[in-house]
């Protein structure tokens, strides 16, 4: 395979948690560190391996591959299944007496840096009996993708419920884009009377925007992805990454907040409707404080049960990390705190039983 796609997905990946880490080169110190946790995490071997392009989608995880995750903060390997999920082996149709659960979401839901069994996926299996979870979290996915894959893939699964975890803003702001580096996505559009969705797929995207500065700079970038040692490679190498963030902030102000919020909307509105047109309930779990208040109201105005936690975190966060020093995505405490809380809620608004033998250790501690 050509090496601009063996690196598309990790690409993607990597510009999804570049804005975050972007913001905190406030000194040299933080810049050294992390131009060493980027060195770490990109440099292991292995990275480029688990993604692969995907026609409609833009990309997925690599059906059964092992990818080592090796970086100051932690040492994780990533596993995929047949169908390319970070999961055990999943059959299509479900054991009798078994309740079974898609989960939704990006990075997030997928554990970076947390190793299995401790992702908030299989918290709440723990914490429930007779629940599976089945998680559906795809490095570097928008709201807008997920969505495409719960109606390609996700159905064939025989689920009985569907939720989908609104863990950052930037999972939400991705549907604004139509390319994460060197991979294009599809993405929705509102129709001229802003009251349904027009559909862009990849090669829609690509045709009208392949000769686009972004794209040169994301493929430049990819050309120059890794380590190439020294301080002229680091500053070259967060040149690239600062520009190819810029650029994708000006595409992204092309919407107005009032059509975003429609957008979004709409967006929330078919995740709902395809839940109904199966018969399978749905919900939704609102975790950042990032989040923008809209969602947890266009979750009431559509019926869909939403657990919102973003203040438990914003309190647990008081006396606990949240997150890595470096990547920011959640550590293994808050995915426990997700979970638990989470499980709890499925519990009330789906009638399932606890599991007995099953330790809460977070829950109500922050209310």
């Known amino acids: 395979m050509h090496t601009g796609k063996r690196n598309i997905f990790y690409t993607a990946l990597f510009t999804a948690i570049a804005g975050t880490i972007i ?123 997920s969505l495409l894959f719960l109606e390609r893939d996700g159905f064939t699964y025989q689920p009985d419920q569907v939720i989908i975890f609104f863990s950052e803003q930037d999972y939400l702001e991705r549907c604004k884009d139509f390319i994460r580096t060197e991979a294009f996505k ?74 975003f919020k429609r957008l979004l909307y709409l967006l929330l509105k078919r995740f709902r409707d395809d839940c109904s047109q199966y018969s399978v309930p749905c919900s939704a779990v609102v975790i950042d404080k990032g989040i923008a208040d809209y969602m947890v109201e266009f979750c009431a105005q559509l019926g869909i049960p939403c657990l919102d936690i973003r203040e438990v975190l914003v309190k647990a966060s008081r006396s606990h990390r949240l997150r890595f020093a470096i990547d920011p995505h959640y550590n293994e405490f808050a995915h426990a705190v997700i979970g638990e809380y989470t499980g709890n809620f499925l519990k009330d608004c789906c009638l399932l039983k606890p599991n007995k033998a099953f330790r809460y250790r977070y829950l109500g501690k922050w209310q």
């Open 186 to 259: 599809p993405r929705f559009v509102l129709s001229a009377g802003k009251d349904s969705l027009i559909f862009n797929g990849i090669e829609q995207n690509r045709r009208q925007f392949g000769n686009t500065e972004i794209v040169k700079m994301s493929r430049s970038l990819v050309e120059n992805l890794g380590p190439k040692g020294g301080e002229k490679g680091d500053k070259d190498f967060w040149e690239a990454i600062s520009k190819s963030l810029e650029l994708t902030r000006q595409l992204r102000g092309e919407y107005s907040n009032d059509d």
């Open 23 to 145: 913001l905190l080169l406030v000194s040299k110190s933080k810049e050294l560190r992390l131009l060493q946790y980027i060195k770490q995490k990109i440099g292991t071997g292995n990275n480029q391996n688990i993604g692969v392009p995907d026609p409609l989608l833009g990309w997925l995880h690599r059906p059964n591959v092992t990818e080592r995750s090796q970086t100051s903060e932690f040492n994780v390997s990533y596993t995929t299944n047949s169908s390319g999920l970070r999961d055990r082996e999943v059959p299509l149709e479900k054991k009798t007496g078994i309740y079974r659960i898609l989960a939704l979401g990006e990075s997030t839901l997928f554990g970076e840096g947390i190793a299995y069994g401790k992702r908030f996926s299989e918290v709440i299996e723990d914490a429930l009996e007779g629940v599976e979870v089945i998680n559906l979290g795809v490095r570097g996915f928008g709201f807008d993708q």
